[in-house]
Every structure is written in C-alpha cells, then in structure tokens.
C-alpha cells in the first residue's frame, strides 16, 4: 500500500480534520505521516488516532511563529524535510504549503496532491491587505496548475476552483467521526466526585474530566446552567464584530474555544461592551476533551461575514461537530448550510449577522423548549447520514486511484 505525507501550517495537536483524514487512511492499510508546525503553547504528540490505526506525526520548529519570516522559514525546512522523507504521494494542504509539496514532489517525481479547506486567496484576512492577496494569488496561478488531482469541502467550492482556475477538485466533506461520540447527555454529564472527610461539602460542586483547571472553574461556576459555546479558529470574518455586542441582550454566557489572528480584537471589543463576566475565551483544547465539552453546551453558534466568497461559500467544521453532539445551533443562511438544512433541519438558520438578529435567534432558542427539542432531535437523525464513516469511503477511494 502506498505511503503518504500531508503538510499543514497549524497545531496538528487540534487539527480534528486531518486526524480523521490520517486516522482513516491507516486504518485502511496506507502508511500515513503528517508534519505541522511546533508553537510554543503546543501540546505533546502523538494524538491518540482513531480507528486503532496509529500514524507518524511530526512538528516542525520554528523560531518565527507568524508573518512573512514564519512561512519563508516553514517552506525551506518543510522542503528540506520533503526530499529526504520515504512517500510516494504528498499532500499539501491549502496555499500554506503548496510551493514546498510541489518542489519536492518534482525534484523526486513523487505524486502530488491539493487539499483545499478554502479558498485561501480569498479570506477576510488575506483580501483586505492587497499586499498579501497579491503574492498568495500569484502562488496559486504559479503551483495549483501543476496538481492533477486534488479535493475541497463543498462543491460550491470546487465549482469556484473550476471557473476560476480551470482546476478540477472532487468533493470529500469535513463530517464529524462517530468514533467514541457521546450517544446523549447523560453519558457525558459530569458526575459529583468524592471528597475527603475533612472538607467542607459543596453540593453544587461538580468535577470535570478536563486537562484545563480554568475550564473546569468556569464550568463549575460561570456554565452551571445554560450556556452557549463558539468553538474554532478565532479570525477575521467570523463575525465576533457583531456576536460579541449581541451578547449584551442574550439570556446565557458564551464560551469561545479557540484562538486565532482575530483574538486580541475579540477581547478588546469583550471589554469594551463590559461583557468580561458574560463572554469567556478558552484556549484551544485537545480533541478528545472538545467531544466531552460541546455536548454540555446548550446552544452552538456557526456565523461568518457575507463579504467574500470564502466566507460565503464555507462550510465549518464546527457546524458539524454540533450537530454530531446534539447541540442545536444558530447558523448563517448561506447556500451549503442552507441545502443542508433543508434535507437536515438541525439549526436555526439567520438571514443576517446583525447583532439584534443573533440575539433574537439565541434568546428564541434558549426559551422556545418545543423549537429547541425538534432541533435536538433533527441533530441525531442527520448523524445518522452525515459522518465522517460514511464520508471517508471517498476519501479512501480517492487515494487508492492515485
């Protein structure tokens, strides 16, 4: 069976994705290596793999983190890297790593292929400085030509690649794993722990399986009832502009789990609206512990801005691990949550992202009990159809073509 590599630029220690991409493909009988990057807050390898399929996984040091230093710096190891490792196809996932896979995969006249999560030239964070868009469009006229075969999210997607860029892209979709998914909320609720004779007894007290000493503190305190989670990359275009100010009007506190180029906007706009006790930023925290958490979350929330076709044309992860953890959700009415929604009516659909209109969604699903229960209920019939075992059969028939 062949091997493959795949590159990526983030903390594959969260990367839920790629451990499902890798974890599936080794479970299958491929020799599997992924390689990220090293950050200084990084959790230690290797991420327990699903399946009882193990595959390599490799981070590469940095010493710059962010900027242009990082990806010149990440390229020419992750190049380096790429000619002296043992594969026989390469995978580059996104713009970050495309001109690395490329090179190498020419230089040893190994397989290449593209993995589009996005659109990458088209991010709010990438658009809005000409600068940048420039260079990275110059990249993806330059190496996308010179990978054959590749895939994306969402066929609204791979229609842009094609009318765009003439490139053809089949569609594989981020589908949450049911592997050690919790079946409902009592299975996953946290039970009261025992305590020495010499303490004082709190019965409101409840101990949590969690690695964070500050997420259990906020859930004992802050979250001991309804509570709404965002969890995901904290960047431009994820509309915490207009959640963060909606928050004042909303009847529960909302948990963000995640960070991102958009974090120190995020909390400067938290304390400028005075919502320090109402809206709480976790760090990222590692897969396993993210499945025990969702679940305990009453409302999940999935928005983007409408400017730009990647945010138009998205379809988030996290959309679906709600969704796999029965927790109804308020998401943006752009066409692939919509055409899913409409087969699957397991979220709350917006027409906008104005802040009176989130709040008015989140307030109607934390007092409408008949709304929220239909939602709950529609979230377990469409995990049935929509996960990641059902999905991945075109993954591996994609890689065994190759």
């Known amino acids: ?161 094609y009318e765009r860029l003439q490139i053809k892209l089949e569609v594989i979709r981020n589908l949450p794993s049911t592997q050690n998914q919790p079946i409902n909320i009592p299975e996953i609720s946290p039970q009261k722990g025992a305590v020495l004779a010499e303490d004082a007894i709190n019965e409101d007290k409840i101990y949590f399986n969690f690695t964070s000493n500050n997420l259990v503190q906020l859930l004992n305190n802050q979250f001991k009832s309804k509570f709404i989670i965002y969890q995901g990359a904290v960047n431009h275009g994820r509309g915490f502009e207009q959640l963060i100010p909606a928050m004042q009007w909303v009847n529960a506190p909302l948990l963000i789990v995640g960070q991102g180029n958009f974090l120190a906007q995020t909390t400067a706009l938290i304390e400028a609206y005075g919502l320090e006790q109402k809206v709480f930023i976790h760090p990222p925290i590692p897969p396993a512990e993210l499945k025990m958490l969702t679940p305990l979350a009453h409302i999940g929330i999935t928005i983007f801005e409408a400017e730009g076709v990647n945010q138009f044309y998205s379809l988030a992860n996290r959309f679906f691990d709600y969704m796999a953890a029965g927790v109804p959700q308020v998401c943006v009415n752009y066409p692939m949550y919509a055409e899913i929604v409409e087969a699957n009516p397991f979220a709350l659909l917006i027409n906008n992202i104005e802040p009176s209109t989130i709040a008015a969604a989140l307030n109607n699903l934390l007092s409408d009990d008949v709304l929220y229960n239909r939602l709950q209920q529609e979230c377990s019939k469409a995990t049935k159809v929509l996960n990641w075992e059902n999905e991945s059969n075109q993954l591996i028939a994609f890689y065994s073509r190759l």
Request: aromatic share 14%.
């Open 1 to 161: 069976m062949q091997s493959i590599v795949f590159t990526v630029t983030n903390d594959i220690s969260y990367d839920q994705r790629m451990h499902r991409i890798c974890s599936s493909l080794a479970a299958h009988g491929f020799q599997v290596r992924i390689i990220g990057v090293k950050r200084r807050e990084s959790i230690p390898l290797p991420i327990p793999p699903l399946y009882h399929a193990s595959y390599q996984q490799q981070r590469l040091n940095c010493f710059f983190q962010k900027g242009p230093l990082f990806y010149l710096e990440f390229n020419i190891k992750l190049f380096i890297r790429l000619c002296s490792l043992s594969y026989d196809t390469a995978c580059a996932i996104d713009l970050d790593t495309i001109l690395p896979v490329w090179w190498a995969t020419w230089l040893r006249r190994k397989k290449r292929v593209y993995d589009a999560h996005e659109y990458f030239t088209d991010m709010k964070e990438v658009r809005t400085r000409p600068r940048v868009q420039t260079v990275w469009k110059w990249i993806e006229r330059s190496a996308l030509p010179h990978y054959k075969v590749g895939y994306t999210v969402n066929q609204h997607l791979a229609d842009l690649f």
